[in-house]
């Protein structure tokens, strides 16, 4: 779920650059590709399949040649990783939607390996890096990424938020991408048109006082993740979580049940909001187009 306010304003925008051709069932848009006037893509940043797929092997192929220029080895990961990730965020596609956050709420201070991270970089960078030294792991991980280890690029473009990149990823995004899609405050024209809908307003109402019922003071997700990365941050800092003991291990331990407990609340309370998505989504691109 996104900021109303922001939605609200863009939708005004594309509702009324899209007047002409809703009025009539048989001219309304439908098609996947977002080919169709006045429908963006249902990819990232609203990119069609081709536009997103060009942008992720030009990245990549930037992204290799900086690397190489550095004097490291670094293969460009086909899309189809790409697409792979969002399956590996705070999800596991081999487990139920309710398993996942029984045992690990959203991932975030419960487990300590990052499997939509390395989805994303794919198996042959993985073999490249395992095959480096302690020293020169470091430093590909300043070359590539920066300061932020697990902004990859295919995690940042899953979020479209490319702001805490750097290193390679960042000179090759900044290459690639238009600057309105680099601030971090872009907002996808497909939420857009799915999320104005009073349906799904009202579903998203209806979450904020289902979570509200227990206790949980939210707007959206986003929030409930901000929320326990910067907590998660507060207690392990720069440490292995694994190693925690006394007062900081209590702590952690809290966090890690909180986190499971909201996450299934959040399940819970979710519900009428992924119908309603994905009937709206049906209606606007011929099939649900979500995640």
């Known amino acids: 779920m996104r900021s109303r306010l922001v939605v609200l304003l863009l939708a005004v925008t594309l509702v ?33 399949d081709a536009e997103f797929a060009a942008n992720v092997e030009t990245t990549e192929k930037l992204i290799s040649l900086c690397m190489n220029e550095a004097g ?18 705070r999800a596991d596609p081999t487990t139920s939607r309710l398993e996942f956050k029984t045992l690990w709420g959203y991932g975030i201070s419960t487990r300590s390996d990052f499997p939509a991270r390395d989805v994303g970089l794919g198996p042959q960078n993985l073999r490249i890096y395992a095959d480096l030294p302690p020293a020169d792991q470091a430093a590909y991980d300043r070359t590539l990424f920066g300061d932020d280890t697990d902004a990859t690029f295919a995690i940042t473009i899953d979020d479209e938020d490319f702001t805490s990149t750097g290193g390679c990823t960042k000179k090759a995004i900044d290459e690639v991408f238009p600057e309105e899609m680099r601030t971090g405050t872009f907002v996808n024209p497909k939420d857009v048109l799915v999320e104005s809908d009073p349906r799904v307003q009202l579903a998203e109402q209806q979450w904020i006082d289902c979570m509200s019922e227990e206790g949980y003071e939210y707007l959206d997700q986003d929030e409930i993740i901000d929320e326990y990365e910067e907590q998660y941050d507060i207690i392990v800092g720069d440490d292995d979580p694994d190693e925690l003991t006394g007062t900081r291990l209590d702590a952690l331990t809290e966090l890690q049940a909180d986190e499971i407990a909201v996450a299934l609340r959040d399940l819970e309370c979710q519900a009428p909001v992924d119908e309603a998505v994905r009937t709206v989504e049906v209606e606007i691109f011929g099939a649900p187009v979500s995640g």
């Open 72 to 89: 490291f080895e670094y293969v460009p990961v086909d899309v189809t990783a790409f697409l792979a990730v969002e399956d590996w965020l």
């Open 16 to 48: 009324a650059a899209g007047c002409g051709s809703s009025s009539s069932p048989d001219t309304a848009p439908r098609a996947l590709d977002g080919s169709a006037a006045n429908l963006p893509g249902v990819q990232a940043f609203g990119l069609t």
